[in-house]
Nanobody, 118 residues
Framework: EVQLVESGGGLVQAGGSLRLACAGS????????ISWFLHAPGKEREGVLS????????YYGDSVKGRFTLSSDNAKNTVYLQMNSLKPEDTAVYYC???????????WGQGTQVTVSS
């Protein structure tokens, strides 16, 4: 059974940083594209970052370029989303997802809340 569990969210002041983690089980990360997307109240779901299968390319949403990066610990089957220079408009629930291609979400976790205060 595929499972994705996000953690690391919280409250941070504008300009601060957070690192989200996504622990996966029931699959091999390298076989899938790994993505993060966010969902803010009253807004459409928005892609944050998508990492192609086998880690060849990373694609960033326009709003996070230069501020968010992805890293991974293959031994722990965990990926991390490092978020720097956070802005109040980054406030949302953040989800990690896997799919057979970039920006495709076949499975995702329960999400973790990120709140950025001004």
């Amino acid at each position: 059974e595929v499972q994705l569990v996000e953690s690391g969210g919280g409250l941070v002041q504008a300009g601060g940083s957070l690192r989200l983690a996504c622990a996966g089980s029931g699959f091999t990360f390298a076989d899938y594209a790994i993505s993060w997307f966010l969902h803010a109240p009253g807004k459409e779901r928005e892609g944050v970052l998508s990492f192609s299968p086998y880690g060849r390319f990373t694609y960033y949403g326009d709003s996070v370029k230069g501020r968010f990066t992805l890293s991974s610990d293959n031994a722990k089957n965990t990926v991390y989303l490092q978020m720097n220079s956070l802005k109040p408009e980054d406030t949302a629930v953040y989800y990690c997802a896997i799919g057979r291609d970039v920006w495709v979400y076949h499975y995702w976790g329960q999400g973790t809340q990120v709140t950025v205060s001004s």
